[in-house]
């Protein structure tokens, strides 16, 4: 008897005879072309990434970034800056098209273009080959997208001298100074300023220090009355000699900080 003489071969139309298109093909039948996940793409990787984080760790050791003093609510004319990282951002606002009546521009409309951009990228662009040249839609969008970025952050960086600032903006050191209550300034200085200045002259939630300033007894007087920056006018209202005792009461502070 043949081998399979007699034998009869029953089809279930339940299997399909074609491959799933969605599993993809092994690694092995495209030679040359790609390489296995694990270990070999990912210790790739690994790699990469170890040689970029030592060196940024070196630059960082070797140029420390300057650090100013812990923020201070007091101080109303300190301008803040963002982290490395969003200064581009901070440096598009300085442009007409994306400042002023046009902001809603320069915080949401075009860096939302910019990152759609770059999400959209590998759906527009879904050619099979891996090299630049091969995908030229998501590499154009990419390369554009880096330039923007180095080059608004230099711009933003060129303009600042960190170290300078950095030094100006230390914290002013609390001094020991003695109160004199029994001054006859010192009850005027109370219900006049008190409240802003705090009770040693080392300024409060929503006024600077009285200590250490450079002010002349005139200068002084003409504050009190009718305001400087955020300090409103009118803010003293006692007489013109209880103006006086408050003017050389604060000098005198100043003279004994000295």
Known sequence: ???GKGMKFVGDSRISAESNPHIPKDYSEYPGRTEAFWPNFLLKEWLVGS????????????????????????????IPLP??????????????????????????????????ALFLAPFLDQGPGRRPHSRPIAVSMMLLGLA??????????????????AEENQPIPEQDVEIDQEDPGYAIYENNCMACHGDDLQG?????????????????ATISTDGIGDMPPDQFTGSDEELDQLVDFILSVNEDAE
């Open 83 to 116: 982290d490395w990282y969003f200064l581009f951002l901070y440096e598009l606002l300085k442009y007409e098209f994306a400042s002023g009546v046009w902001t809603i521009m320069g915080i949401l409309v075009i860096p939302g273009i910019g990152f759609g």
């Open 204 to 220: 409060g939630a929503s006024g600077p220090s009285l200590l250490g300033i450079d002010f002349s007894a005139e200068e002084i």
């Open 51 to 78: 040689v970029f984080l030592v060196g940024f760790l070196s630059l960082t050791l070797a140029h420390p970034a300057p650090l100013e003093a812990v923020a201070d609510p007091t101080d109303a004319a300190y």
């Open 1 to 3: 008897m043949k081998k």
């Open 148 to 165: 923007s970025v180095i080059w608004l952050t230099y711009a933003s960086v060129a303009v600042v001298d960190w170290e300078t600032r």
